[in-house]
Each structure stands twice: as structure tokens, then as C-alpha cells.
């Protein structure tokens, strides 16, 4: 009997081996790093094949080279204001909605720290989607539900990371797929939940947890900025570069073992849309527009996704601009997210060490060097953006 789908390194959990076994005899299950893996109740398993022969780790979906990039964000300040970019995911939920259609996304329900991906029509969910929550979405349920709605003939958009994108089309094989859309994140990796609540437990008031964004602009947009909300009101940030958190993700110290061999990194993309931060706009070519509140990165990739922007422009700023450009502070447009060497050892001590000192121990610490080389990271950036200025005034 069949007791391994895929090779495991290469599961991306997405769980869609779950929807297609015939005897239901696969789950999801935790394993020791909190990571979601499907485990097979092998008495019961016919050893039919399906789930190996439909698993995308195993046979790939096709990939088509990006046809446009752009540098984007949206007119309404409030939208971006909320978004973790420039907005885009939200403009195209919209107009979604106005087509009457569903949308596709994750949402994540605090205190319990439940992560999933929820199909709807209802703008008040549409805005739970907004926003990167940077640990594993299960879109099992979702998955379901996104076929049913295409089969009753409606215009559904999902979005999400590569892989899930991977196990919905697989899923929906031979189903007309006309009105879908698919809208995929870049993205350099994901955590598991085990690795947020260990994160979480550091903090005093843990126990009083309301909210947790993990893209938050009230102090500015520059970088990433978590924001902890408490039931007595207060909130507190960590912001990229001290927060322990974005310190261990950030260094691809707690990312899932497929994230290290994703298969959709780099010019060929899954989905018909791609969004991301567009960072190091303007160090090759000027930008001539100030960037405040977040600048989107968005990639279209097919007549589809070409033609939904045509749609959206008006809400947009939107500027061509060159994927040259868009790889240079974006790795995942070209290769996976480097492994980290220290990841099994963090993974083998979360249990028994606090949270704070183990990422301490593998993350270089915020020396006068790592200051230093971050002061001339962001002098290096002031002088290449305004060479490209001069460059380009010639
Ligand atoms: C895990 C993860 C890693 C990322 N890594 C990078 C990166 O390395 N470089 C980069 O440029 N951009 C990365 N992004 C994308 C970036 O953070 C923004 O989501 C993107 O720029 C879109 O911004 P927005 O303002 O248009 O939309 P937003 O309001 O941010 O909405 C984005 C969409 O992301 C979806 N989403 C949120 N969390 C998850 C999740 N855990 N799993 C699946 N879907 C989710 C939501 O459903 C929503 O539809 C990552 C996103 C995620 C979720
Ligand atoms: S279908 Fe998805 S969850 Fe199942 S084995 Fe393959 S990659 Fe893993
Ligand atoms: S081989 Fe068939 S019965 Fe067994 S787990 Fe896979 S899909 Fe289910
Ligand atoms: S890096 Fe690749 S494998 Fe990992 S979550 Fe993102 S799309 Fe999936």
C-alpha cells in the first residue's frame, strides 16, 4: 500500500491529494514543525494512484512566460493604506464583485491563529483577505468551493501563493475554466503556525491577543512592520529588521522544506496575475513618481490577466516598466529562496528553547557591522537611484 505521495521535500501541502483520493483516506496532519502534511490511512487505501499520479510535485502544471511588468498601486489612498503594497489584490477583488463573481483568499481568524483560505461575495471578507499573513493558508475547503461556484457558471477570482494555485488547477481539471482568475503572491516562502505561536509567546501579553497584522503602514511604508493589537487597546510593532520574527522568515530560517525547491520561482509563472513589492523601483531607470504607502509589483502573464488590468486601470497608477528591473531586490523572480543551513537545528530546539534566544543564536545580531552595512545598503540606494536619474537625463 501506498504510504508516500510525493517526495516529501517537495510537498507543498496544499492538500488537494485529500479531495481527489476516492476513499477519503488521506488528511492533512501537523507534523513536528507544525508544517501540514498529508498522511494516508493506508488500511484503507486501494492503492489506485490517483493521489501520486495528480500530486503537482509529481507531474508539474505548465507554466507561461510574464508579458508585462508594471509598477502599480491604487488612486484610493485608504485601500493601499490597508494593503500590504500597493493595493492591487483589493482593486481586483472589486472589480470582481462588481461582476457579481466570488473572490478567493486567506483570512485569518484571532485569537485562535486559524489560517484559511474563504470563498466570498461579501466586501466585509474581501477586506480580511487584504494583507500578507506570512504562515501556511489550508485552501482545502476552498478548493471545493471554487469548483463549485465555476461549475454554477460564476466568476471567481483566487488568490494566493504558487503552490495553491498548483493544487487548484490540478483540482480542476477538466472543468471548464473560463471565469476563473487566478492571482498569485510572490513568494519567498511560509512559515507553519507553530512557528507564529511560539513567536507570540514571547510577548507578556500574549494571552490578551485581539489582532495580528503582519503588514502594517501606521508607522510608514519602508519595510515590513508586524502590529500586535490587545484586548485592552494597546498595540505594540516590530518592524523587519528587529522584530524575531521577520528576523527568522526573513533569513528563510523557518520557511516549509518545498520552499527551498519552489517550482515557482523565477520568469515563469503559474497564474494569470502576479503581485509582489516593487522593490528597487527606480535604481536602473528613474521613477518619476514619489512612492509613499506602498508600491505594487504586478506581472501579467496571460491574455486573461492582460485583459483584468485593462479593466482596473482607472483605479491604478500604473507604469511599465522592466523585469530586469523587478528581479534585482526580488530573488523568487528568479530562483528559490536560499536554504538556511541552521533551519533543522532551529526546528529540532523550538520546543525546548524560548523563542527569542534561539533566533538570536542563528540570526546574525544587530551588530555596529550589520548596522553599518545597512546604512551603506540604503546610501548605496540614494546614489543609484539618482545615478539613474542623471544616467537617464543624457
Ligand atoms: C507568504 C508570503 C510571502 C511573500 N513573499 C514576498 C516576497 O518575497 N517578495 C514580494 O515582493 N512579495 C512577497 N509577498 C507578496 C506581498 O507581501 C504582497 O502580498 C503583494 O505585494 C500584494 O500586495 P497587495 O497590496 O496588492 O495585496 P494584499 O492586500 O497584500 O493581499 C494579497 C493577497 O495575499 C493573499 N495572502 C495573504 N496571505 C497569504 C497566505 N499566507 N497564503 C496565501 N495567500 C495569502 C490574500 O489572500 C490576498 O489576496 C508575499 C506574500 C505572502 C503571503
Ligand atoms: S497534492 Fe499537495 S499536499 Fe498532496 S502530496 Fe502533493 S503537494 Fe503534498
Ligand atoms: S492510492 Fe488511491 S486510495 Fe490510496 S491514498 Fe492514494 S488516492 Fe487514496
Ligand atoms: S515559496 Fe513556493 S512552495 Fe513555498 S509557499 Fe511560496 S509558492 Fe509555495
Given at each position: ?14 492538500g ?6 476516492p476513499?477519503q483516506c ?28 495528480m ?7 505548465d507554466t ?8 502599480a ?8 493604506q ?5 493595493g ?36 466585509k ?13 489550508n ?24 503552490c ?11 472543468i ?6 487566478t ?6 516562502g ?24 503582519f503588514?502594517n ?8 512592520c ?12 516590530g ?35 502576479t ?9 536602473i531607470?528613474?521613477?518619476p ?27 491604478l ?7 530586469q ?15 538556511n ?9 523550538l520546543d ?23 546604512f ?19
Amino acid at each position: 500500500m501506498m504510504d508516500q505521495i510525493c517526495k516529501r521535500e517537495l510537498c507543498t501541502g496544499c492538500g488537494m491529494c485529500t479531495l481527489v483520493c476516492p476513499k477519503q483516506c488521506i488528511i492533512l496532519q501537523q507534523n513536528s514543525e507544525g508544517f501540514l502534511y498529508p498522511e494516508i490511512h493506508v488500511e484503507q487505501c486501494i492503492d489506485c494512484k490517483k493521489c501520486k499520479r495528480m500530486c503537482p510535485a509529481n507531474r508539474a502544471i505548465d507554466t507561461v512566460p510574464y508579458k508585462k511588468v508594471y509598477a502599480a498601486w491604487s488612486k484610493n489612498s485608504k485601500t493601499k493604506q490597508n494593503s500590504s503594497s500597493g493595493g492591487i489584490f483589493f482593486e481586483l477583488a472589486q472589480y470582481v464583485l462588481k461582476q457579481s463573481g466570488f473572490v478567493c483568499g486567506a483570512v485569518l481568524d484571532m485569537p485562535q491563529l486559524e489560517l484559511y483560505h474563504l470563498v466570498s461575495d461579501q466586501i466585509k471578507d474581501i477586506e480580511r483577505m487584504r494583507g500578507s499573513k506570512y504562515f501556511q493558508s489550508n485552501s482545502v475547503h476552498a478548493y471545493k468551493m471554487v469548483k463549485e461556484k465555476l461549475i454554477a457558471g460564476c466568476l471567481v477570482l483566487y488568490s494566493g501563493t504558487g503552490c495553491q494555485i498548483a493544487g487548484l488547477l490540478r483540482y480542476l481539471e477538466g472543468i471548464d475554466q473560463t471565469n476563473l482568475i487566478t492571482v498569485d503572491v510572490l513568494c519567498h516562502g511560509v512559515t507553519s503556525r507553530k512557528v507564529v505561536q511560539k513567536y507570540l509567546q514571547t510577548f507578556p501579553k500574549n494571552d490578551m491577543l485581539v489582532d495580528l497584522i503582519f503588514r502594517n503602514k501606521d508607522l510608514g511604508y519602508g519595510g515590513v512592520c508586524i502590529k500586535r493589537t490587545y484586548a485592552d487597546g494597546t498595540c505594540e510593532y516590530g518592524k523587519s529588521r528587529e522584530d524575531l520574527f521577520m528576523l527568522a522568515f526573513n533569513h528563510n530560517l523557518c520557511l516549509r522544506n518545498s520552499c527551498y525547491h519552489c517550482a515557482y520561482a523565477g520568469p515563469e509563472r503559474i497564474a494569470d496575475i502576479t503581485i509582489a513589492d516593487f522593490w528597487g523601483l527606480g535604481e536602473i531607470k528613474p521613477f518619476p513618481e514619489k512612492q509613499d504607502g506602498g508600491t505594487s509589483l504586478l506581472l501579467t502573464n496571460t491574455q486573461k490577466g492582460e485583459h483584468i488590468v485593462e479593466q482596473i486601470k482607472n483605479c491604478l497608477y500604473l507604469y511599465e516598466r522592466t523585469y530586469q528591473e523587478a528581479r534585482r531586490k526580488n530573488r523568487c523572480l528568479v530562483k528559490p529562496s536560499k536554504y538556511n543551513k541552521n533551519r533543522v537545528h532551529f526546528f529540532s530546539l523550538l520546543d525546548q528553547e524560548n523563542f527569542e534566544s534561539l533566533v538570536r543564536r542563528f540570526v546574525p545580531q544587530n551588530t555596529t557591522l550589520i548596522k553599518l552595512k545597512s546604512f551603506s545598503q540604503i546610501l548605496m540606494l540614494k546614489l543609484r537611484r539618482k545615478f539613474a536619474r542623471l544616467w537617464y537625463r543624457e
